[in-house]
Structure formats: C-alpha cells, structure tokens
C-alpha cells in the first residue's frame, strides 16, 4: 500500500506542460482567421491573440507575459513599423520569444533581411498544412526554419545573411542609422534635419561609410547594404 501511495505522490508532482502560445499577425482578418483555424484546439499549440498591426502585436506580447511563445509575424504590414520594423522591436524587447516570419512567395533578400533583424526563421503561407504546424514547432524547439523557401534560395539567404552581418559588424550604430535614412532618398541636409545632427557630421558619416563598404558615393553603398538586405532601398540621389 505505501509503494502504491507513493507511486501516486509521485504522479501528482509531474508537471503537465503547458501548451505552445501563438501570437498570429498579419494585415488580412482572412489569413488570422485562417490560422487560428488551423491551429484550432491543438493539444499542444493554441492561438492566444491576433493582431492586424505591429502595435496591437507588441500591446498583445505584452499582455500576454509567457515563456512559451511564437510571434509568426506576417510580411506585409503597412506603414513605418511595418513587419521587419516589428520583428526588430520583437527581438528587442522579448528576446525569449520565438519570431517566424511568414509570407506567400517573398524574395531572399527580405527574408534575409528578417533574420537578419532577429526573426527565428521563415515559413511561407503556401505550405502544406502539416508542414505549417511543424514548422511552428520546429521553432519553438529552437530550431532552424526556412519553411516553404525555394531549396535554391537557401544558399542565396545564408550568403545574404552573412553579408549583412558583415556589413552591420564594420559600421556603428549611428552609421547604420545614416545609411538608412540615406536609402530614402534624402540630401546629406535632409538626413542631418532628421537625426537631429549637422549637415557635416552627416557628411563626415557617409565619407566613414564609403571606406568600410569599399565604394565611392551614397548610391554605391547604398546598393551594398540592399544586396544584403540590410537597408530598404528608396530613391538614393547621388552626392
């Protein structure tokens, strides 16, 4: 009888793992909906909050305050923080999430571009179902995904990828914050009046900035950094 008691002592004290939190973002109601659909009433994932905007997401995650949580944020998201903007602030501020991109059919250079600003992989929206759902946990086990990404682009991610760590890796904050601005299409004065510095100072930035890529004008670096995904590409006006 006591083997059996404590048998059953010991049962109690097992710890029932709780289920896999998903946060599903995306700009469509449809695609959410969808989702969270397909997700349903899984026994070990469910859908805990969708958002259609990078602030509803972030107010969401906050909210929310769980260890066991995947962020699939949906490329596509309109305006400044837009979803790479997201992923950014996502890795940033809860870097214990799990962040999957997820898109239908986006180049290498943007998913590049994700990983490279702290999503945990990319999972295209055309996959298979099954494939959907176990890449998602996939992730959370801390895995790599690149799930429904052409096979010869994979090559493509990782040399972008490794590109933009480079880059990012000779160039301080600052210059990135330069460089980015510059890959709008704005005027050495314009760039200087929007980070608040000197017209100089600004100059003074990109003359740094052309040294370490190994180019001679704003366009040649500005092109450098989009191979790589590193920055957006505007309408860069030559200097």
């Excluded at 805990?48 to 962020?71: K, Q």
């Excluded at 003359?207 to 670096?221: E, T």
Aim: aromatic content about 2%; some cysteine.
């Amino acid at each position: 009888m006591a083997k059996t008691g404590a048998s059953s002592k010991g049962r109690s004290r097992e710890k029932v793992r709780p289920r896999l939190g998903v946060v599903v973002v995306d700009p469509l109601a449809v695609v959410r909906a969808g989702v969270a659909r397909l997700i349903g009433d899984l026994p070990d994932m469910q859908v805990l909050a969708e958002a259609g905007t990078a602030d509803a997401c972030l107010a969401a995650v906050r909210r929310i305050r769980r260890s066991r949580l995947v962020v699939l944020v949906g490329l596509g998201l309109p305006g400044d923080r837009d979803s790479l903007w997201l992923i950014g602030a996502l890795r940033e501020r809860y870097p214990e999430a799990t962040i999957l991109a997820s898109g239908a059919g986006a180049d290498a250079t943007t998913i590049s571009r994700g990983l490279l600003l702290g999503a945990d992989g990319y999972l295209d929206k055309d996959v298979d179902p099954v494939e959907f759902l176990e890449a998602i946990r996939q992730a959370a086990r801390g895995e790599a995904v690149l799930a429904g990404a052409p096979v010869d682009w994979v090559g493509s991610i990782a040399e972008g990828f490794d590109r933009a760590r480079h880059i990012e890796s000779q160039l301080t904050r600052r210059e990135r914050e330069v460089l980015q601005v510059a890959a709008e299409g704005l005027t050495a004065r314009e760039i200087a009046h929007q980070l608040g510095v000197r017209e100089r100072t600004v100059t003074t930035h990109l003359g740094r900035i052309y040294g370490k890529l190994g180019v001679n004008s704003r366009v040649g670096a500005v092109i450098e950094a989009a191979r790589s995904g590193l920055v957006t590409v505007g309408t860069p006006e030559s200097e």
